[in-house]
Nanobody, 124 residues
Framework: QVQLVESGGGSVQAGGSLRLSCVAS????????MGWFRQPPGKEREAVAT????????LYADSVKGRFTISRDNAKNTLYLQMNSLKPEDTAIYYC?????????????????WGQGTQVTVSS
């Protein structure tokens, strides 16, 4: 059974930084897609970034390009999201997700495994 456990959320002032972590367990195979998504208050879930474990290929939503970096530590089976220059509009519950395949999409429906989420709050 695949399990994804996020951590690292919290409260920060605008312009600050946070690093989210997602520990994955139970996934069969070494090549699959992982992603970070977020759901702002009162809004739908949206993509943040994706990472292909088979080669490190990444994809970012336009709203976070140049500010966020997705990466993975293969030895620890841990996915990271380094968030810099945070803005109040980055406030959301952040979710880690995983799916099979070699082409990773920025659409939530592509992912069939999800973590429980971690809250990120950015104050102005």
């Amino acid at each position: 059974q695949v399990q994804l456990v996020e951590s690292g959320g919290g409260s920060v002032q605008a312009g600050g930084s946070l690093r989210l972590s997602c520990v994955a367990s139970g996934y069969t195979g070494s090549r699959y897609c992982m992603g970070w998504f977020r759901q702002p208050p009162g809004k739908e879930r949206e993509a943040v970034a994706t990472f292909y474990t088979g080669g490190g290929r990444t994809l970012y939503a336009d709203s976070v390009k140049g500010r966020f970096t997705i990466s993975r530590d293969n030895a620890k089976n841990t996915l990271y999201l380094q968030m810099n220059s945070l803005k109040p509009e980055d406030t959301a519950i952040y979710y880690c997700a995983a799916a099979g395949g070699s082409i990773c999409y920025l659409q939530a429906y592509f992912y069939n495994y999800w973590g429980q989420g971690t809250q990120v709050t950015v104050s102005s």
